[in-house]
């Protein structure tokens, strides 16, 4: 479902497939935290740019989490998947019982 002639892609119901233990395998396999600026972002580059704005929907209509496609400077000039510094508080509290605990340093603990 999430690959399709071998390249990864966001399922056009991801909406109804997004579950908080989910969210939070999301954020431990591809997931890092900028604490600089406060911010999670997510390796999302491998999707094309409408399935990151698929994930963009999905996360806020389900969840309320507010996030942003950016392109971060780099070689590469790659788009990353920001989750808003407003909204880490909430993802923090959907995902934190699924983490493990060697990976709570993603979420700055």
Do not use: W
Request: proline letters at 4%.
């Amino acid at each position: 479902m999430f690959y399709k002639e071998n390249k990864k892609v966001v399922p056009s119901n991801i909406l109804n497939l997004l579950t908080p233990i989910g969210l939070a395998h999301f954020v431990m396999g591809d997931g890092y935290l900028k604490k600089d600026r406060g911010v999670l972002l997510l390796c999302t580059e491998s999707f094309t740019k409408e399935d990151q704005e698929l994930l963009v929907i999905a996360l806020d209509s389900k969840f309320e989490i507010k996030s942003t496609l950016n392109r971060i400077t780099s070689s590469s000039g790659v788009v990353k998947f920001i989750i808003s510094k407003k909204s880490m508080n909430k993802l923090i509290t959907l995902v934190r019982p699924y983490f493990i605990p060697e990976m709570l340093y993603k979420l700055g603990e």
